[in-house]
């Protein structure tokens, strides 16, 4: 049976269409190299793809020419494994196969414990959440991976933990509903201590916690813990909207980590939810010293709130009274697409797109907050939330380069967009035709080619670790170590390449930054081509 | 920040001339006479709006306040994975309170999903379902559904008293297809739904009071599979968006057998179904997805038909999807004692794959019309009616057959026990009130006064059961003995009054 397949897919083969390729070759476990079956194995932004045999050999058939994003997703072995993957960049030549283009998957690993409270009773219904640290639009900010809840014996299992990846981990009580008004005692010497979110080891604050590391395919079992408790607190409020009193949906959250995209995917957890009183009235109880976020709106059924806000509040050593929180009707922001020097001739036919993504929450159902003006071009995104917000770009031409992208005098390249935050600005995108560019080829020292290998290009004059982060521009290489990076702006740069994969968090970037001068440096004079060759380092 | 983590304070004192009285107590299991540490201990004085105070016990289940004026009091106990107990008590300065409090602890079935060759069944989510009035249900409330582990481990928890059957969803499950947006059937296995011990004889669990079922291993053995395909196809304007589809067993429709996702033209395939009789539910376009399936919007469509996979694939259904059905709601209440404001939910009994749920507000002297349901069996539920107000059994509204125009709803006064426990230290007792025509309700646990009375009030007229025993006494699981205690038949409107001697 095998070989007749076999010898179909020789005989499909021998009559390709002119522009088509092939690629193939075998997915493995990373650390065992055990073959892996059944993983997916398919081709970027077309309908290409295929399935690994029980040797874990694939092959993909009428690849487009050209440059293609190749991706190994391992099996979907249950419910809470979420799939792994990994990508590489394949150069498909017309009527060949791009033979041997093996993947390594790593088996995520597993977190397993206990929640124990003062008593040493097993705490049921608790959150346990990983906290990534990452840095990200200019500052370390502290997301939210993967999630558990405890069973009746206070046990949790966190499964795909990302193997190599340092991680906080915190155990708290939320509650998914909250009373507009708490019928906690008046007295704070009369309330039940309130559970504090607690951080592994055993500590209220991030900073004294411990970072877990898991090995692939790690199941590290044991990590119990002890729930802090500590005293209870209220806050008390008022939430206005301008029109008079009325009812309010409300959520609210600690802010020791938040929902949102990261480097890793992106996740999202339930804040507690509720409603004011028909007065707009809130109070707000069991709550432990700590930084807390509120954040209101108006529902709307399969449509965007119209108006919102969030109000962030610090819980100290005693009730907070007076807590007012005003609502805003959603904002337009206005932008345009303007040329640094001159325009080309003939204009551009492509157009740009522009998309708000909330930073620390999940877009609403029919939350528009993107638009495609033409370049150059003005538009407008008319109902958008007074939220922070992270810019997505895309469409921007390979050989053209973002030199400035402003909101209110704000550069919201390394900082986050606070719409509304400053009146009449504009979105000021500044793009720019005298860029060049790095064309790339990563050998060992024996000058064979290494693929797969990234490239980092960083500029030279960045102040701080969480700058650099922000400014980073990487590729991965093709099969054959090539890789050619669009149009940067003219000036220094470091660059180098890594055989691993990096991402954004403090111990990836942090040795970057510590390295940096050991780096090659280049110098990209406008419209022109940097060849550089370079070999894999190793920064650990 | 200078926040301060404090060692738990245990006992609380309101430093006061004017307030003197004490409250002490112990909170005990009901199953063993073991302290229950950690428990919520929450006192609410009569006529003052909020709590008094909020207490937690120790670890040798013990909890005291002191400062307390003097009043009525109500004395709520609860801890998560118990059920709540109640007690009414008068505190004087003059004598100190000392109350015992039993708590009756959930149960927990645990144990694997395995293959005939010992391999975990990956991906599949054990159920319990409560047997009581109707079908077995399966709930997605914490502790009562379960993932398999990657070593087919599963948990189940938070089961109040009742009888339970087990089933393991693997395969095409809506849970994986919601969550994933990609599901599809075990090689070798298919799609399905198994019973503990088996499909024909399911053995149901019954629990009184903290009792843990470990081991209870669930096998799926290999089958011969089928195929079922065809096409959904819309007569109206086309719409975007794909149809979600699901294959529930008619015995069983509470969880699908398999669920899919039909391509762009309304075609769709099920692999790796088991022999049997089923209903096909198809619904959309889908306009997102969560764990019970894809999101609808108020425009969907829908189709259901009969399908019979015998020995060879089912091929080329096909389903004409038409919008929903309108239906027109009527609440007739008794002349007084109910709110004017109540909140509607209605349910699938089926699994459609699809978020089925429908919630509205219901003013009770207007008719309330929902449109856009489905051709689905929905339970309906009104609540928010008030203390003295009750719909007596549940309603279900059938739509399966076609539309219908409206659904009258009767509510009826609440009805009301007023216990008195005869004999010696008939305050240390403890009460328990099972509802015994729909046993999927929850048991009501209480403590009576120093005169020996409780009243149980808010009650939905109906068959009760009603049993006393000492709170210190030793032996356990008593709550569903169905010799012990008195059955009561509980009317509308006028309130009960039992005598209950102690055993």
Redesign the interface.
């Known amino acids: 049976m095998k070989t007749l397949t076999f010898a179909l897919l020789l005989a499909r083969f021998a009559w390709p269409q002119n522009d088509t390729g092939a690629v193939s070759g075998i997915v493995r476990e990373l650390s065992s190299g055990q073959p892996v079956p059944d993983a997916e194995v398919a081709v970027g932004r077309t309908d290409r793809n295929g399935k690994t045999d029980a040797e874990g050999r694939y092959s993909i058939l009428n690849v487009p020419a050209g440059q293609q994003r190749v991706t190994a997703t391992a099996p979907r072995l249950s419910q809470h494994i979420f799939p792994r993957y990994v990508t590489k960049m394949v150069t498909v030549a017309p009527g060949q196969e791009a033979a041997g283009v093996d993947f390594g998957l790593e088996m995520p690993g597993s977190i397993a414990g206990r929640i124990l409270d003062q008593n040493r009773e097993p705490m049921p219904g608790i959150q346990v959440v990983l906290v990534a640290r990452e840095y990200s639009l200019g500052s370390l900010r502290y997301v939210y991976s993967v999630m558990a809840t405890t069973d009746d014996d206070g046990a949790y299992v966190l499964h795909n933990v990302r193997p190599g990846r340092a991680f906080l981990l915190m155990a708290r009580k939320r509650e998914r509903k909250m009373d507009a008004i708490s019928p906690a005692p008046v007295d704070p010497k009369l309330r039940k201590p309130a559970f504090a979110p607690t951080f592994y080891p055993g500590t209220p604050q991030r900073d004294g916690a411990q970072l877990l590391t898991l090995r692939a395919g790690e199941q590290r079992e044991g990590v119990d813990l002890r729930i802090l408790r500590s005293p209870s607190y209220c806050a008390e409020g008022v939430v206005q909207a301008g029109a008079g009193p009325q009812a309010f949906p409300i959520q609210l959250e600690d802010v020791h980590a938040s929902s949102g995209a990261s480097g890793d995917g992106a996740t999202f957890i339930m804040p507690t939810m509720g409603n004011t009183g028909d007065d707009g009235k809130v109070r707000l109880c069991n709550l432990a010293p700590g930084e807390y976020r509120l954040t209101v709106s108006n529902n709307r059924t399969s449509a965007a709130p119209t108006i919102f806000a969030t109000a962030s509040f610090t819980i100290v050593d005693r009730d907070l009274r007076n807590l007012t929180v005003v609502a805003k009707p959603v904002v337009a922001v206005a932008g345009e697409v303007t040329w640094h020097g001159e325009a080309p001739d003939p204009p551009l036919t492509q157009k740009l797109t522009v998309g708000l993504e909330p930073l620390t929450r999940a877009p609403w159902r029919g939350e528009m907050t993107s638009s495609n003006p033409s370049i150059p071009g003005s538009f407008a995104m008319p109902s958008v939330l007074a939220d922070a917000y992270r810019i997505r770009l895309n469409g921007l031409p390979n050989d053209i380069y973002l030199k400035e992208m402003t909101y209110g005098g704000v550069d919201v390249r390394t900082e986050p967009l606070l719409a509304g935050s400053v009146a009449d600005s504009t979105l000021r995108i500044v793009l720019a035709r005298d860029g060049g560019n790095i064309a790339a080829k990563v050998a060992d020292k024996d000058g064979n080619a290494v693929g797969d290998a990234r490239v980092l290009v960083l500029p030279i004059t960045v102040p701080s670790e969480a700058a650099l982060a922000a400014t980073i521009v990487s590729g991965q290489c093709d099969q054959v170590g090539v890789w050619n990076s669009n149009a940067l702006a003219p000036g220094k740069y470091y660059v180098l390449a890594l055989a691993r994969p990096h991402d954004n968090s403090p111990e990836s970037i942090g040795k970057l930054w510590g390295s940096r001068t050991h780096f090659k440096e280049i110098d990209i004079a406008p419209k022109s081509s940097v060849q550089v060759t370079l070999a894999p380092m190793d920064l650990n | 920040?200078?926040?301060?983590?404090?060692?738990?304070?245990l006992a609380?004192?309101?430093a006061s001339a004017a307030f003197s009285a004490t409250l002490s107590g112990r909170v005990v299991n009901d199953h063993e006479g073991a302290a229950v540490?950690?428990a919520?201990v929450r006192v609410f004085r009569t006529g003052i709006?909020?709590?008094?105070?909020?207490?937690?016990t120790?670890?040798e289940g013990r909890f005291y306040?002191e400062g307390l004026p003097d009043g009525e009091y109500r004395i709520e106990v609860s801890k998560?994975?118990h059920i709540a107990s109640s007690v009414r008590t008068q505190l004087s300065a003059s004598t100190p309170t000392t109350l015992r409090l039993r708590l009756i602890r959930?149960g927990?079935i645990s144990g694997r999903v395995l293959q005939a060759g010992g391999q975990p069944v990956?991906?599949a989510?054990v159920y319990a379902m409560r047997t009581g009035a109707g079908a077995p249900r399966a709930e997605q409330t914490?502790?009562r559904f379960a993932?398999?582990?990657?070593q087919g481990r599963y948990?189940l928890?938070?089961l109040p008293p009742g009888q339970y059957l087990v089933a393991a969803a693997f395969g095409a499950t809506t849970?994986?297809l919601g969550?994933?947006g990609?599901?599809?059937a075990v090689p070798g296995l298919g799609s399905g739904v198994q019973f503990y011990p088996s499909n024909a004889r399911p053995q149901p669990f019954t629990i009184t009071s903290g009792e843990a079922f470990p081991n209870i291993e669930i096998s799926v053995l290999p089958s011969s599979l089928y195929s079922v395909s065809g096409a959904v196809s819309t007569s109206g304007p086309k719409t975007p968006g794909v149809f979600w589809l699901a294959l529930a067993s008619i015995e069983q429709p509470s969880v699908a057998v398999a669920a899919t996702i039909a391509k762009e033209d309304g075609a769709f395939r099920f692999t790796g179904i088991p022999p049997g009789i089923y209903d096909l539910f198809a619904s959309g376009p889908a306009?997102?997805r969560g764990s019970s399936g894809a999101s609808l919007?108020?425009e969907a469509r829908f189709a259901r038909t009969r399908v019979t996979v015998g020995s060879q694939d089912v091929e080329g259904l096909t389903l004409d999807a038409s919008p929903g059905m309108s239906v027109t709601l009527r609440l007739r209440t008794p002349p007084s004692g109910c709110g004017s404001q109540a909140q509607l939910t209605l349910t699938s009994v089926e699994d459609w794959a699809a978020e089925l749920i429908r919630q509205s507000p219901f003013t009770l002297a207007e008719p309330l019309t929902l449109a856009g349901l489905a051709p689905a069996r929905y339970r309906v539920a009104v609540t928010g009616l008030g203390e003295a107000c009750h719909v007596p059994q549940e309603t279900v509204l059938d739509l399966s057959a076609g539309a219908r125009e409206q659904l009258i709803i009767t509510a009826v006064p609440a009805g009301a026990i007023h216990v008195t426990i005869a004999g010696e230290a008939k305050s240390a007792a403890t009460v328990v009130l099972v509802d015994v025509t729909d046993r999927s309700q929850p048991l009501r646990v209480a403590g009576p006064d120093a005169k020996g009375q409780y009243t149980f009030g808010s009650l939905r007229p109906g068959r009760y059961r009603l049993s006393a025993k000492m709170s210190d006494a030793q032996q356990s699981r008593w709550t569903d003995e169905t010799s012990a205690g008195v059955f009561i038949d509980v009317p509308a409107g006028e309130p009960v009054r039992v005598e209950l001697p102690l055993p």
């Open positions: 920040m200078r926040a301060r983590f404090v060692p738990v304070a609380v004192s309101v540490a950690s919520d709006p909020g709590l008094t105070a909020e207490l937690e120790d670890s306040a998560l994975n959930c927990a990956t991906g989510v914490p502790g993932h398999v582990d990657s948990r928890f938070n849970v994986r969550s994933s990609d599901a599809g306009t997102g919007s108020k």
